[in-house]
């Protein structure tokens, strides 16, 4: 109708006197998922939605105010009551792109809708052979309308991707059932190059839904049937925009890649990539090359880059790109650029870094081609690295070199090497990047950051210098910050050590010989433990598993805890170490900040709530209805039967008799959780016995039950799964550390029973040599009357329930019981590879009495008002001693030490005990 007795000429002049288009490209390049709300009065697979007398316009208008970065309006009239005319008046009202969904089955259309003033246009696979979708995209384009190319199986989708579009929708709906079946598009977006943007349309009806979409690397949401029958639109909006923001929580953001735009030559280059977000940006002052720069040049350039303020805050840091240029030239540009860093890019020697006056990042030059020997060269390249370190580089950057121009040749370099220098060095990878590999390149290198030039920019002009492409910046940009997102057990900085002190192998076995771990279960437990390793595969490294895991550990249960820093506490232990100090002996700081890591405000008061939860999702994965699990303080069952209640799982835990003892107010807590208590009596009814019952439990309803172990010990895979869901711990902590302290500690301490508190503290700091890991074991009576849970001072390799580990055990093998007033300590063993760290001499080992950690724990409440668990408290009783050299490694540490102790919980459920124990000590107790 809206056509009729009007030629292509007259559209064609409508659309061009129409107001210039909004992108929505540039918004939907912006970190994290965006909501694209809809108005629409009816559906073929809903009916009637909204009222005839509905007013569009002020629902469109509350969207905005919602946070939607675009508005899209049904214009197709029978099937959706939509209108060009609605169009119109909604592009008039509100201040976003607005998207026209229209059955677009001729070209003639196109200029129609933009002459009505919109920005962008649905077009359907579905409805066009490939070449006149390709020519609809292009005339699209033409018209300054934003194509959305939308796809509903694999064969739409390669017809999608083979134009020039570069939005790429992927409906849940069968057009031609009108069913959703909520995975398909999750399943095409793996098939979506990263250099497009992509959006997730139909069968929303919860937040839920946009935070997993997010997470699997959608760029926006279309939402139409839930807005309209919202009574709160605006709210409604505001609700799905949280959704879609990424995460924000301090493990996540210390995962960010830094990045660095390369080779900017002009002005709107230069506002590309600091609107972008990027990390630095080089200028290039390279004579002879491609995108040199007069200095002049690059001194308006950073004038501009300085002028602009980021979208994350501060500005851009400005690197000026040289390569073997002489002392004086560098002279020359710090003094007329004053750049913030100089980046050297060919062969200069290592003492050159003191005499330039600025920060010097150093490039490291690799083969375009895999050498033959890539463990040789790579261990030439990590040696000049390391020469590069010591003479003051402040940054490394790898990139492949022998190309006609000094510096980068723009191809990737072999994925093997470039890994393999990156384990050993902080590296900066650059070379043949671009916006749809290096996401993958973050995620298979543990490199600190990426560089690109080339990979950025706009088709060449003959004659002129390289230009960049906003859209590609900010395309690369964006994937870049987001490929580590809820991600949490992606490499993303160097390890320097043996990686089977990080990692076990494929059969579970840890340490530099692999001696520890394993699995030593019954034939029956076999298939379960196989199919709990293939499930966990599967979820290691899925967004949406971890994602799910962070909402609800945010949520519910208190994450990030805090990081405090105790300086009373810290002024007694410095006493207290210059009480044991001599002349043979390290000198003792003259000042300690001393951090606690506060897992006892986690909900449950200990760290033990990060696994619980996330096994309890991984029952429901396994598709298990049942969980079962042991406990020997209590905090482990209380955390699991609270993740039970949460997501409805029947629980039992096994707890021995001894323990239930003397941990009442923690199974009372579990019995009003809805948990059913199972009291153990055999053996020394402590936890290594509930951990026998609950093995005997599993062998017999393997089918139906899952096995949440508390701690990273047990046959393969649980230590994986328990170090990899307590990890937050540290991966939080130093982060936290290093935004208060722009460093990280040199020393940390945590008790250590099986190892759940323990490896989740220390696994983010053992590839930092220079950070020093110690725990503190419980020596109960003292490790020399024999009666104490010492199992890496004064155990033995052995096999415990399971695995291979360091335990107690007499000269025939047979377990020797534990002794020590902490229930959550009372354990003759320790995970694998906790006893891989502590033989590889990774782990300082100290170790404190029942009397030392009732005291501490007394001191603790005393000076800062907090009162830690037993278990922690031997942590704290031990800190003056290491410090002073009694014990650990006896190295002296800095003169202004940092050190960071893991309060693995609080000490309500131990206050009986300590009751009896001041009793015990009268007077001399209340201090």
């Known amino acids: 109708e809206e056509l009729r007795g009007r030629t292509a000429e007259d559209l064609r002049r409508e659309a061009a006197a129409a107001p210039p288009p909004r992108s929505v490209v540039e918004a939907l390049a912006a970190p994290g998922l965006h909501l694209i709300a809809e108005v629409k009065r009816r559906s073929p697979s809903a009916g009637a939605i909204a009222a005839d007398d509905e ?110 579009a570069r939005l790429i929708g992927l409906n849940n709906r069968d057009l031609r059932t009108l069913a959703v079946d909520p995975e398909r598009a999750i399943r095409l977006r793996t098939l979506v190059p990263d250099d497009r943007l992509v959006v997730a349309e139909s069968g929303v009806r919860a937040v839920e839904t946009v935070a997993v979409w997010r997470a699997v690397g959608f760029d926006a949401a279309l ?60 200028l290039n002052l390279v004579p002879g090359t491609p995108r040199e720069l007069a200095i002049d040049e690059a001194v308006e350039l950073a004038r501009v880059g300085r002028s602009i303020p980021r979208p994350t805050g501060g500005a851009p840091t400005i690197v000026a790109v040289t390569a073997d240029a002489s002392a004086d030239r560098l002279e020359e540009i710090v003094a007329r650029l004053d750049p913030d860093v100089v980046q050297l890019s060919g062969r200069e020697p290592p003492e050159l870094l003191a005499r330039i006056g600025r920060p010097a990042w150093k490039v490291l030059h690799l083969p375009a081609e895999e050498p033959s020997d890539v463990d040789a060269v790579a261990a030439a390249v990590v040696a000049a690295g390391r020469r590069y370190l010591a003479a003051g580089a402040a940054r490394l950057l790898l990139d492949t070199g022998g190309g006609i121009h000094p510096g980068g040749t723009g191809r990737r370099s072999s994925e093997r090497l470039a890994a393999a220098v990156a384990r050993q060095l902080p590296v900066v990878l650059a070379g043949g990047l671009g916006a749809a590999t290096v996401a993958s390149a973050l995620r298979s290198v543990q490199v600190v950051g990426v560089d690109v030039a080339s990979g950025v920019e706009a088709a060449r002009a003959s004659g002129r210098r390289p230009r960049k492409d906003p859209y590609r910046v900010a395309m690369f940009v964006k994937r870049a910050r987001e490929a580590r997102l809820d991600r949490p057990n992606l490499a993303v900085r160097p390890a320097p050590v043996h990686p089977g002190l990080i990692e076990a192998d494929e059969h579970g076995r840890w340490g530099a010989d692999r001696a520890f771990g394993g699995r030593y279960v019954p034939e029956t437990l076999m298939a379960a433990l196989e199919q709990l390793e293939r499930a966990y595969a599967s979820l290691r490294h899925d967004p949406r598993f971890w994602a799910e895991l962070r909402v609800l550990l945010e949520t519910y249960a208190g994450r990030p805890t805090a990081l405090y820093r105790a300086d009373r506490l810290a002024d007694a232990t410095l006493g207290a170490a210059r009480g ?31 696994n619980a939860l996330g096994q309890a999702l991984l029952t429901q994965r396994l598709g298990k209805t049942r969980v079962i699990a042991e406990t020997g303080a209590g905090q482990h069952g209380v955390a699991t039967a609270t993740a039970c209640a949460l997501l409805g799982l029947p629980c039992v835990v096994y707890m021995g008799a001894q323990d239930i003892e003397r941990q009442q107010p923690n199974v009372l807590r579990m019995h009003a959780l809805g948990a059913e208590v199972r009291s153990v009596t055999s053996g020394s009814a402590t936890l290594k016995d509930a951990i026998n019952e609950a093995m005997r439990d599993w062998v017999t309803n393997v089918a139906t039950t899952h096995y949440v172990l508390g701690s990273a010990m047990g046959p393969h895979p649980y230590p994986t799964i328990v170090r990899d869901l307590q990890r937050r711990i540290g991966d939080e902590a130093a982060a936290q550390l290093f935004e208060v302290e722009g460093r990280l500690p040199d020393l940390v301490l945590a008790c250590v029973g099986g190892g759940s508190n323990a490896i989740g503290l220390l696994s983010r700091f053992i590839g930092e040599p220079a950070v020093r890991l110690a725990v503190a074991e419980a020596a109960g009576d003292g490790i020399a009357t024999g009666r104490h849970a010492a199992a890496l001072a004064g155990g033995s390799p052995g096999i415990l329930h399971g695995a291979r580990s360091m335990m107690l055990q007499d000269r025939d093998g047979q377990v020797v019981e534990a002794h020590s007033a902490s229930a959550g300590l009372d354990y003759p063993g320790v995970g694998p590879q906790i006893a891989a760290l502590a033989q590889a001499g990774r782990l300082e080992l100290a170790a404190a009495t029942d009397d030392e950690a009732f005291a501490s724990m007394a001191e603790v409440a005393r000076l800062e008002g907090i009162l830690p668990a037993l278990e922690t408290a031997h942590a704290f009783a031990v800190l003056p001693r290491i410090i002073a050299g009694v014990e650990g490694s006896g190295a002296p540490l800095p003169d202004d030490a940092i050190v960071l102790v893991g309060l693995s919980g609080r000490g309500d459920k131990d206050l009986g005990p300590f009751a009896r124990w001041r009793e015990h000590q009268g007077p001399a107790a209340s201090g």
């Open 580 to 610: 044991l100090a001599d002349a043979e002996r390290p000198p003792i700081p003259s000042r300690l900040r001393l951090y606690l890591k506060r897992e006892d405000l986690a909900h449950t008061g200990a760290h033990k709530i990060n």
């Open 55 to 164: 007013d569009l316009v002020a629902r469109a208008r509350a969207y905005e105010a919602g946070g939607a970065v675009a508005i899209s309006v049904l214009c197709e009239p029978r099937w959706f009551g939509g209108s060009v005319d609605n169009l119109r008046r909604i592009r008039a009202a509100v201040s976003v792109p607005v998207l026209a969904k229209e059955f677009v089955v001729a070209a003639g259309q196109l200029p129609l809708l933009r002459a009505a003033g919109a920005d962008a246009v649905l077009l359907l696979a579905a409805l066009h052979p490939a070449g006149r979708l390709r020519a609809l995209v292009d005339d699209a384009m033409s018209l300054g309308l934003e194509p959305l190319v939308e796809a509903h199986d694999e064969r739409e989708l390669e017809r999608a991707l083979g134009t020039s």
């Open 223 to 282: 939402v139409g049937e839930a807005l309209v029958r919202s009574l709160d639109p605006e709210s409604a909006v505001r609700a799905f925009v949280a959704a879609g923001a990424p995460p924000d929580d301090p493990a996540n953001r210390a995962a960010i890649a830094f990045v660095k735009i390369c080779g900017i030559t002009d002005a709107d280059g230069m506002r590309a990539a600091v609107r972008a977000g990027a990390d630095a940006v080089g």
